[in-house]
Antibody, heavy 120, light 111 residues
Framework: EVQLVESGGGLVQPGGSLRLSCAAS????????MHWVRQAPGKGLVWVSR????????SYADSVKGRFTISRDNAKNTLYLQMNSLRAEDTAVYYC?????????????WGQGTLVTVSS | DIVMTQTPLSSPVTLGQPASISCRSS???????????LSWLQQRPGQPPRLLIY???NRFSGVPDRFSGSGAGTDFTLKISRVEAEDVGVYYC????????FGQGTKVEIK
């Protein structure tokens, strides 16, 4: 069974940093691209970032470019999101997600999410 | 960036009646490989999103056959043939032809 478990969320002051983790199991983690998607309270889904299977290529939404860094450790089956210079508008539940081969480019697997609150 | 626009944003429906959600993209979702990477997701209250439909009309594993997807190019539709109580939630269309972009979401609730 595919499992994605996020951790690392919490309360942080504006300008602060957090590192989110997503522990993966039940599939060959090193074979799949991984994504971060966030959802502000009461709002819709917004794509944040993605990384290819070996970590050599990354992409970011304009709203986080230069502040967030996505990375992965295939030996540990773990995805990361380093978030720096956090702003109030970054407050959201952050989900990791992936698209399995049977549903190409469709996010079939999601974690439960981790809440990041940016507030003084 | 591709913008996804859903209508309506709210859909009160009677149990057992059909429901339909439209999604329009700002440009064609046909990828250079010939596929159209348009998906539909359901998010029940307090839950992460769940994949229902991928590549316009393919139901994902375990999705009831009352859910169906159709469309082409820039215009797509999700239909629920007979709404059940468990279908309450927010539905998102999503494109993955060029990065990922989500629609604003359509809230389906029971009248």
């Amino acid at each position: 069974e595919v499992q994605l478990v996020e951790s690392g969320g919490g309360l942080v002051q504006p300008g602060g940093s957090l590192r989110l983790s997503c522990a993966a199991s039940g599939f060959t983690f090193s074979s799949y691209w991984m994504h971060w998607v966030r959802q502000a309270p009461g709002k819709g889904l917004v794509w944040v970032s993605r990384i290819n299977s070996d970590g050599s290529s990354t992409s970011y939404a304009d709203s986080v470019k230069g502040r967030f860094t996505i990375s992965r450790d295939n030996a540990k089956n773990t995805l990361y999101l380093q978030m720096n210079s956090l702003r109030a508008e970054d407050t959201a539940v952050y989900y990791c997600a992936t698209a399995p081969g049977i549903a190409p480019r469709a996010p079939a697997h999601w974690g439960q999410g981790t809440l990041v609150t940016v507030s003084s | 960036d591709i913008v996804m626009t859903q209508t309506p944003l709210s859909s009160p429906v009677t149990l057992g009646q059909p429901a339909s959600i439209s999604c329009r993209s700002s440009q064609s979702l046909v990828h250079s490989d010939g596929n159209t990477y348009l998906s539909w997701l359901q998010q029940r209250p307090g839950q992460p999103p769940r994949l229902l439909i991928y590549k316009i009309s393919n139901r994902f594993s375990g999705v009831p056959d009352r859910f169906s997807g159709s469309g082409a190019g820039t215009d797509f539709t999700l239909k629920i043939s007979r709404v059940e109580a468990e279908d309450v939630g927010v539905y998102y269309c999503m494109q993955a032809t060029q990065s990922w972009t989500f629609g604003q979401g359509t809230k389906v609730e029971i009248k």
